[in-house]
């Protein structure tokens, strides 16, 4: 059983900066891709970040977030990680992380909806004041 635990949310203001941090434990070496999702109050979970599990180069990004979100791994910590700069009121959410294959077997990349990633955490809150 694959459990995940993310921490490192919190409020801060627009134009400032989170670090966000998801451990993994469990055996969970069979799935290809670890995510980041975001859900706001009233909308659905989306993915942001995505990257191939043991593949530091192989990340892909939701357009609204390219250029200031970062996602990386640390095998030897089983940790993910997301770091998120120049944050905006509407980057405000509950932040998950999760693991699955997502896409990788008809795309050869990391992406896809919730449902096709098996594994998540329990959320950590992201507020960002104007």
């Known amino acids: 059983q694959v459990q995940l635990m993310e921490s490192g949310g919190g409020s801060v203001q627009s134009g400032g900066s989170l670090a966000l941090s998801c451990v993994v434990s469990?055996?969970?070496?069979?799935?290809?891709?670890m995510a980041w999702f975001r859900q706001a109050p009233g909308k659905e979970r989306e993915g942001v970040a995505y990257?191939?599990?043991?593949?530091?180069?192989?990340?892909w990004y939701a357009d609204s977030v390219k250029g200031r979100f970062t996602i990386s791994q640390d095998s030897a910590k089983n940790t993910l990680y997301l770091h998120i700069s120049n944050l905006k009121p509407e980057d405000t959410a509950l932040y998950f992380c999760a693991s699955g294959d997502g896409t990788y077997y008809y795309t050869n990349t990391c992406g896809g909806g919730p449902t096709e990633y098996l594994d998540w955490g329990q959320g950590t809150q992201v507020t960002v004041s104007s």
């Open positions: 990257i191939e599990v043991d593949s530091d180069a192989n990340t």
């Open positions: 469990g055996y969970f070496y069979s799935r290809r891709c």
